[in-house]
């Protein structure tokens, strides 16, 4: 399966860390997510695992998580969105990363 490249949006810069998205910038950047993986509601599988995609409101509810050192960018976190997307084994690679290290356990 070929992988489509990060969306470029115009609603903020690319090289904007996630930490720094004002409330409505993360409510965008959640819309786009959640569509990217198929809509709320949708189930995926894969290797094993299944997932239920959530909602708007509970990917904005996550930024209350967010480690307020975040430095992963908008596209880093677009590139593992669209590789997860495609692979629900994806949110371990690389790619992911500096995403995953933004929201604690």
């Not at 569509?35 to 909602?55: L, Q």
């Amino acid at each position: 399966m070929r992988l489509r490249s990060a969306i470029v949006h115009d609603w903020v810069a690319n090289d904007a860390t996630i930490g720094s998205l004002t409330a409505e910038d993360q409510r965008t950047f959640c819309e786009w997510l959640i569509a990217e993986e198929g809509g709320p509601g949708t189930v995926k599988e894969g290797d094993g695992f299944t997932i239920t995609v959530g909602t708007v409101d509970g990917c904005v509810s996550d930024f209350d998580a967010l480690d307020p050192g975040c430095t992963a960018t908008v596209a880093q976190g677009e590139t593992c969105i669209v590789q997860f997307a495609a692979d629900l084994c994806a949110v371990d690679l690389p790619a992911c990363a500096e995403l995953n290290a933004c929201f604690p356990e």
